[in-house]
């Protein structure tokens, strides 16, 4: 089979070695590695390492050290190509299939190792040519060292078409097309891609050349500032970040990784001492470029541009993020005064003045939330309304659904607060009864109408307790109804009976300040809830976050009843017509209708504990007091 090394290097990047490890051996976190007994001797001191962000293991006492597939080899005696294909299965990739030509492919691509290693060491002794004069001024105007210069490897491409060809003549003419150093047109004549720019060579992981980026000396009109090879066997800019052979070690040491628009700025930060740097080659950061960030460190800096230009390359970043966010991997944002690049900041204002931004970067959700808010003018309600269908579209875009939730009520409460600020103060000095007897004696009034609605829903003639307590709850919370206003839209239109005392709750939202966190009393009070009730949010001892939290589960349930009780009708209609089908159907959705009763359930137990806490508290009595030790 035709395994090339490009090929093994993928699996092995896709694959977590303490998960394959940790199948058969007992780790344990030690900072940024896992540390156990080796299971290669014996040993009572663990000295036996697995390190995902290197993705190798090693023991400091019998010397055993390897990857994922050599864990499987030596541990658990696989044949190597049995190795493979559990890692790739695992993986999601597929084994290349046997295939002579892959093996010759594989062979080209070796081959073409070889001239882009020659075309650098052509390019560098190019720029310390009578030719690469223009060059050596250019860099020695940004003020790189002379050992910055050496480290990234420096070169000048000749202002002449035929110069590569002529000097490496040894290589094909194919080999040269292929590996991006020449272009071949439609009529057959080949030229040189670089001429007259400033080289920089494009490593992969393994510290190899395998492609270039060019940088013209002079601006002339028509002509790109940069170039960079194209696409080519040993190269794909959406899969290759620059420097990262370098900076990996740097972000390990520094646990941060900062991302940069173009490799100059890269460079030129490396070169005032701050070497963690990468930066993406041409295009919008990809997915594939984030998932190489977060193997070496769970939270990447970007630090784009403070021109627009900029900003919109970072919210691109951010855009691709959103689907393949995962608990404690995201990306923090920097945003560099306007007009400046990082290079130009560190210039103006010193390495310090970057520093203190990298300190202090912003969260993906602010920068998310700043971006947006900030992208036209909110001067309308239909403005507004565009501002909140664009968070929305955010949101549904993350995939890993607590995560989804979470931005989900950050993201609306901030455009509650932002969308309905707060109002002149009212009197409320008009004597008034706090409803349920539960609320503090100072709230806000709706009108009649408003008032008359929400009565008759609570009084028993829309549904139950369920939906009389969720009412309760908004009355008791109005600033979370914007928060749920989707989905009390969506609960009003299944339900006609429900729908005018939800309807009134929203219009008395919009109508009220709700930024002091104060209760909705209706003119002439309202129904008491049973004491039985089992809506913990309803109880003045409950902690306010808790109580947020619980209404929240109290609307989903509300929302999903009436769907789920459809559903149930429509399989007993196919009674008929499809028996089998409408039983099968039947058990499953009485089998969520029994989750949803256990959901019920668990509110009332919360409550039950709640009640007794507070019982406790009122008596004097402690934790563990009254409690049997025996």
């Known amino acids: 089979m035709a395994l090339t090394p490009q090929w093994l290097d993928e699996l092995r990047m896709r694959t977590t070695l303490s998960a394959v490890v940790g199948r058969s051996v007992r780790l344990t976190k030690a900072g940024r590695e896992f540390k156990a007994c080796c299971p290669f001797h014996q040993e009572n001191t663990p000295s036996f390492y697995v390190n995902d962000e290197k993705g190798f293991y090693h023991c400091f006492g019998c010397e055993a050290h390897g990857d994922a597939i050599r864990w499987l080899t030596d541990q658990r005696g696989m044949p190597f190509m049995d190795a493979v294909k559990e890692l790739a299965a ?44 223009r ?224 300190e202090k970067p912003d969260s993906l959700l602010n920068a998310l939330w700043t971006f947006e808010k900030n992208r036209a003018p909110l001067d309308s309600p239909e403005a507004k309304a565009g501002l909140k269908a664009r968070l929305l579209e955010h949101i549904e875009a993350v995939q890993h659904p607590d995560i989804r939730s979470l931005y989900k009520r950050e993201l609306l409460e901030r455009f509650s607060s932002f969308a309905f600020p707060p109002r002149p103060p009212r009197d409320f000095s008009k004597p008034g ?17 408003t008032r008359d609605r929400i009565k008759a829903a609570m009084a028993g003639g829309a549904r139950d307790a369920l939906l009389a307590g969720v009412i309760a709850g908004f009355l008791r919370f109005p600033e979370q109804i914007a928060a749920h206003e989707s989905a009390l839209s969506a609960f009003a239109a299944r339900d006609p009976k429900a729908g005018p005392a939800i309807d009134s709750l929203l219009i008395a939202a919009e109508t009220l300040d709700l930024q002091g966190h104060l209760p909705i009393s209706p003119n002439e009070g309202l129904p008491a809830l049973p004491e039985t009730s089992f809506f913990a949010f309803l ?65 009332a137990s919360r409550r039950a504990a709640t009640k007794a806490r507070q019982n406790s508290a009122a008596q004097g009595i402690g934790p563990a007091d009254g409690m049997n030790m025996d």
């Open 433 to 449: 009864k706090p409803p349920f007897g539960r609320f503090e004696a100072k709230s806000r009034s709706v009108d009649p109408r």
């Open 135 to 358: 060059a050596r001024e250019y860099l020695a105007g940004r003020g790189f060292s002379d050992a910055t210069m050496r480290e990234f490897g420096f070169g000048y491409a000749p202002d002449s078409k035929q110069a590569m060809q002529r000097d490496l003549s040894r290589f094909d003419e194919a080999m040269l097309v292929e590996s991006g150093m020449r272009i071949e047109t439609d009529d057959g004549t080949h030229y040189d891609r670089f001429r007259d720019r400033l080289m920089l060579p494009i490593h992969d992981q393994r510290g190899r050349v395998i492609a270039f980026g060019g940088r013209i000396l002079a601006d002339r009109q028509g002509v790109a500032k940069y170039l960079n090879s194209p696409d080519t066997p040993l190269f794909d800019k959406g899969r290759t970040l620059y420097n990262l052979h370098r900076a990996a070690p740097a972000a390990r040491a520094a646990n941060r990784l900062i991302v940069v628009e173009g490799y100059m700025d890269a460079v030129a930060l490396a070169d005032a001492g701050i070497r963690e740097v990468v930066a993406p080659l041409g295009t919008a950061l990809t997915e594939a470029q984030i998932e190489l960030l977060w193997r070496q460190v769970e939270r990447p800096i970007l630090c784009f541009d403070g021109d627009n230009a900029g900003q919109r390359a970072a919210m691109r970043a951010i855009s691709r993020a959103l689907p393949l966010l995962r608990p404690s991997h995201s990306l923090a944002i920097v945003r560099l005064p306007a007009g400046l690049d990082p290079d130009d900041l560190v210039k103006q204002k010193g390495v310090g003045a970057l520093e203190a931004l990298l």
């Open 539 to 603: 109880d003045e001892g409950t902690d306010p976050d808790e109580a947020r939290e619980e209404l929240a589960e109290a609307v989903s349930l509300l929302v999903e009843r009436p769907a789920l009780e459809a559903a149930l009708a429509q399989a007993t209609a196919r009674f008929e017509t499809d028996p089998e089908g409408a039983f099968a159907e039947q058990q499953r959705l009485l089998r969520k209708k029994l989750e949803f009763e256990t959901r019920l359930g668990q509110m």
């Open 90 to 133: 695992e993986a999601g990739m597929e084994v290349p299939a046997p295939d002579p030509q892959a093996a010759r492919r594989a062979e080209k691509r070796a081959s073409l190792h070889d001239v882009t290693a020659a075309a650098q060491d052509w390019f560098m002794e190019k720029l310390r040519s009578r030719d690469g004069a």
